[in-house]
């Protein structure tokens, strides 16, 4: 598929088929989350995936509080096969630039503008995103209740270095899927809106 129409077809799916997806597609959306950029090459990523029904159905439960009634969000996004947790380590990227070449040897956490430990896993979220799409399949970014991130690492031994920053669901989309979420209520910005050139104008 040509990358223009990988950008032009992406969107969030939030209901799939009970169809299987294959490992070898998901493997390639992993590896390709790897070639995403970090600062200092520092690599402070995980992705865990979960490709079997008790794990999925763990994770489930591990981010709905106990006796919720699902709602159509939930009842469609938990229909989804696959479920891939990118995770970040910050303690990754301070050691990365305490190292001689760095020289942040302070490990100041105010040296960071922000938060290049998720912004780089966000990245990498994104390529898994694409690569669905070139696979002729659908997927979701969203996140974890903040207040269900101890349960999700618990869960499934996630280490202390790491934490989840979303979660991403994979599957083939189900027919009926049409536009869902804010995009069917609310029109995409064009360019001429949001690009600015030379100097930031109203």
């Known amino acids: 598929m040509e990358f223009q129409d990988v950008v ?14 294959d490992p ?4 390639r959306a992993v590896a390709n989350a790897t070639r995403a950029p970090s600062a200092g090459f520092s690599q402070g990523w995980g992705f865990l995936v979960l490709d079997r029904p008790d ?9 709905t509080d106990p006796g919720r009634a ?4 939930l009842r469609g996004m938990s229909t989804a096969p696959v479920v891939v947790i990118p995770c970040s380590s910050k303690a990754a990227y ?4 305490a190292e001689a070449d760095k020289g942040w040897t302070d490990r100041d956490e105010s040296r960071w503008p922000v938060p290049y ?3 780089d896993v966000g ?3 994104l390529l898994i995103l694409q690569t669905a799409v070139d696979e002729g399949l659908g997927a979701c970014f969203f996140g974890i209740p903040p207040d269900r991130l101890a349960a999700v690492k618990q869960a499934f031994g996630i280490p202390e270095a790491f934490a989840p920053i979303g979660a991403i669901t994979l599957g083939h989309p189900a027919a009926a899927e049409g536009a869902q979420g804010s995009p069917s209520t609310r029109a995409r910005k064009q360019p001429d809106e949001v690009v600015h050139r030379g100097r930031w104008s109203e």
């Open 123 to 125: 990245m990498a979220s």
């Open 55 to 63: 794990d999925v159905r763990r994770f489930w439960d591990a981010t």
């Open 94 to 97: 301070l050691d990365r630039y």
């Open 24 to 27: 070898a597609a998901v493997a």
């Open 8 to 21: 032009r077809r992406r969107r969030m799916v939030r209901s799939y088929t009970d169809e299987p997806v």
């Open 70 to 73: 699902p709602d159509r969000w």
């Open 117 to 119: 430990w998720d912004i």
